[in-house]
């Protein structure tokens, strides 16, 4: 039985004080999402970070955006593994497609620093989904099943299932325009299945998330499609009513 997870993918919103505030009032919450045996984080921006770690109850998880795979050395504008080790972060967003887009990071780029984030012990939460034209191509499976397989070239499955895989398809990213359940649950179950010709029955502790304009309405619709374990949500994790909510009818 996989165990669900809300991931809040904060991007580039919230200053260290309005991230700490958030931090001190998510106490309650979280305790109602461990009640419920549900895992719950926010994605802060690297300014963020420590704040949040600092100042949020134990238990909820607190995820960068991004990382380099080197250790150190001359990457400007770079932060490494040990930097995030340093401060308490064990998890890390990959391949966002805001990230795969504007800065040109590829799923071989992905593949080397969930490598090294293994090598860690630390969680990578592996991006994929396909932009609106080749939606509309029908091309969403041998694109997405790309980008899973180069993901997770040369992974063991031991360490397979360690990885969070999120679904978002780019047309439903900030959008308003979320996918229905049925093509969320297509996709996943898709992914699940290429995950499966890698990995055998070890696909099936995998979890995928969904992501693309998750609200506190239209949470419960996905969580009851048996291929998806969770969300991602961006918009709608930033308040925390709004958070609230999203907890509380994934939960249902
Ligand atoms: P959204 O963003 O919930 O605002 O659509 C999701 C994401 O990009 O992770």
Same mark, same amino acid.
């Given at each position: 039985?996989?165990?669900? !997870?809300?991931?809040?993918?904060?991007?580039?919103?919230? &200053?260290?004080?309005?991230?700490?505030?958030?931090?001190?009032?998510? @106490?309650?919450?979280?305790?109602?999402?461990?009640?419920?045996?549900? #895992?719950?984080?926010?994605? %802060? &921006?690297?300014?963020?970070?420590?704040?949040?770690?600092?100042?949020?109850?134990?238990?909820?998880?607190?995820?960068?955006?991004?990382?380099?795979?080197? $250790?150190?050395? =001359?990457?400007?504008?770079?932060?490494?593994? %040990?930097? !995030?080790?340093?401060?308490?972060?064990?998890?890390?967003?990959?391949?966002?497609? /805001?990230?795969?887009?504007?800065? =040109?990071?590829?799923?071989?780029?992905? *593949? =080397?620093?969930?490598?090294?984030?293994?090598?860690?012990?630390?969680?990578?939460?592996?991006?994929?989904?396909?932009?609106?034209?080749?939606?509309? @191509?029908?091309?969403? @499976?041998?694109?997405?099943? $790309?980008?899973?397989?180069?993901?997770?070239?040369?992974? %063991?499955?031991? #360490?397979?299932?360690?990885?969070?895989?999120?679904?978002?398809?780019?047309?439903? +990213?900030?959008?308003?325009?979320?996918?229905?359940?049925?093509?969320? /649950? $297509?996709? +996943?179950?898709?992914?699940?299945?290429?995950? =499966?010709? !890698?990995?055998?029955?070890?696909?099936?502790?995998?979890? +995928?998330?969904?992501?693309?304009?998750?609200? %506190?309405?239209?949470?419960? /619709?996905?969580?009851?499609?048996? #291929?998806? $374990?969770?969300?991602?949500?961006?918009?709608?994790?930033?308040? !925390? #009513?709004?958070?609230?909510?999203?907890?509380? *009818?994934?939960?249902?």
């Amino acid at each position: 039985m996989r165990k669900k !997870l809300l991931l809040g993918n904060w991007k580039m919103n919230k &200053t260290a004080e309005e991230a700490k505030e958030f931090a001190l009032a998510s @106490k309650e919450m979280v305790a109602y999402a461990i009640a419920h045996n549900v #895992d719950v984080g926010v994605a %802060p &921006t690297f300014i963020g970070l420590q704040t949040v770690v600092e100042n949020a109850p134990e238990g909820l998880i607190v995820a960068a955006q991004n990382v380099h795979e080197a $250790d150190h050395g =001359a990457y400007t504008g770079e932060v490494s593994i %040990p930097m !995030l080790k340093g401060i308490g972060i064990k998890w890390v967003i990959l391949g966002h497609s /805001e990230r795969r887009g504007y800065f =040109a990071e590829t799923s071989e780029a992905c *593949n =080397a620093k969930m490598k090294a984030l293994i090598a860690n012990e630390m969680t990578p939460v592996y991006c994929c989904g396909e932009s609106l034209e080749t939606f509309e @191509k029908g091309q969403t @499976k041998s694109f997405v099943e $790309d980008q899973i397989r180069k993901g997770f070239e040369g992974i %063991p499955a031991s #360490d397979a299932v360690k990885i969070v895989v999120a679904y978002e398809p780019i047309w439903a +990213i900030g959008t308003g325009k979320s996918a229905t359940k049925e093509i969320a /649950e $297509d996709t +996943i179950g898709y992914i699940r299945s290429v995950l =499966a010709s !890698l990995y055998g029955e070890e696909a099936e502790k995998i979890r +995928i998330l969904y992501g693309g304009s998750v609200k %506190p309405g239209n949470i419960a /619709e996905y969580m009851s499609e048996k #291929d998806i $374990d969770g969300a991602l949500v961006g918009g709608a994790s930033l308040a !925390l #009513d709004s958070y609230r909510a999203l907890i509380e *009818n994934l939960v249902g």
